[in-house]
T-cell receptor, first 111, second 116 residues
């Protein structure tokens, strides 16, 4: 079993839809949770950072962490074609000595 | 956040040759990292490079194949030695926002390497 599981997609949604991206993990020591956005032929760009459980909102983006279920989510409201990218979750902390990344979910927002 | 540049952005190389990738940061940082990203796979950490000490390599990666230099707090290089087609990948450098390996990391644009 991978330490972090992420559905690779691709996920295709119409413009304006609400998108839900998810990761599950097995290491209960993880404390820091991040979402990165990666456009084609670009490096990953930090989108959201959350410490421990709870919600964090930034514009159209909301990150949720449920440590009891070992489940994190990224919601995108009013999705735009410019949101088309690969979204990677990452986590670390506790006894981990490095960040662990999901494989990424490819999102396509269509007109 | 740090601004990170990498050179070259892409290259096509012959089997058996070596390529050195440069990573430049616009501010002084303690920890720099080198990753490999292959299609459909997670980012794989190659090594952690701290200024003034030897790089720390992850399981499956060795210094002879991926020598790293870290001469100062804003610059690092990764060399991919004696390349084979299996080394074709995107190579990314990143820096930790704080002083810990599990802090938020900021990434460079990547170097797309193709080995023929």
């Amino acid at each position: 079993q991978k330490e972090v599981e992420q559905d690779p997609g691709p996920l295709s949604v119409p413009e304006g839809a609400i998108v839900s991206l998810n990761c599950t993990y097995s290491n209960s020591a993880f404390q820091y949770f991040m979402w990165y956005r990666q456009y084609s032929r670009k490096g990953p760009e930090l989108l959201m950072y959350t410490y421990s459980s709870g919600n964090k909102e930034d514009g159209r983006f909301t990150a949720q962490v449920d440590k009891s279920s070992k489940y994190i989510s990224l919601f995108i409201r009013d999705s735009q074609p410019s949101d088309s990218a690969t979204y990677l979750c990452a986590m670390g902390g506790g006894t981990a000595s490095k960040l662990t990344f999901g494989t990424g979910t490819r999102l396509q927002v269509t007109l | 956040s740090a601004v990170i540049s990498q050179k070259p952005s892409r290259d096509i190389c012959q089997r058996g040759t070596s390529l050195t990738i440069q990573c430049q940061v616009d501010s002084q940082v303690t920890m720099m990292f080198w990753y490999r990203q292959q299609p459909g796979q997670s980012l794989t950490l190659i090594a952690t490079a701290n200024q003034g000490s030897e790089a720390t390599y992850e399981s499956g990666f060795v210094i002879d194949k991926f020598p790293i230099s870290r001469p100062n707090l804003t610059f690092s290089t990764l060399t991919v030695s004696n390349m084979s087609p299996e080394d074709s990948s995107i190579y990314l450098c990143s820096v930790a926002a704080g002083g810990y390996s599990t802090d938020t990391q900021y990434f460079g644009p990547g170097t797309r390497l193709t080995v023929l």
